[in-house]
Nanobody, 123 residues
């Protein structure tokens, strides 16, 4: 299984970025997908997730209304559209894939991880 995250970069506060994560080596449509992030000295935290069986999504409170997760099963890709970015969104963002039926919020829910992409938001 490979998860290849891309789309990170440097952006000013208030700007937007779109992260992509291309998956291979798994039946993508049967996997929950999640985005997590980790900044220096902090634990990796849940950002957003999408269930495979009904497409339902959920978000961390800190990003609700600003970030949108979506998936394209035909392209084996999950996206994270990030708008109104804040300096506190600065982190390495990781995509993850898992098969736990009713949970997407915890690192243990996901068996497969991408390499991460750096997002830096300047003030």
């Amino acid at each position: 299984v490979q998860l290849q995250a891309s789309g990170g970069g440097l952006v000013q506060a208030g700007g937007s970025l779109r992260l992509s994560c291309a998956a291979s080596g798994l039946t993508f449509s049967n996997y929950n997908m999640g985005w997590f992030r980790q900044s220096p000295g902090k634990e990796r935290e849940f950002v957003a997730g999408i269930f495979w069986y009904n497409g339902n999504t959920d978000y961390a409170d800190s990003v609700k209304g600003r970030f949108t997760i979506s998936r394209d099963n035909a392209k084996n890709t999950v996206y994270l559209q990030m708008n109104s970015l804040k300096p506190e969104d600065t982190a390495v963002y990781y995509c993850a894939a898992g098969r736990r039926y009713n949970s997407i919020w915890y690192k243990a829910d996901h068996d497969n991880w991408g390499q991460g992409t750096q997002v830096t938001v300047s003030s």
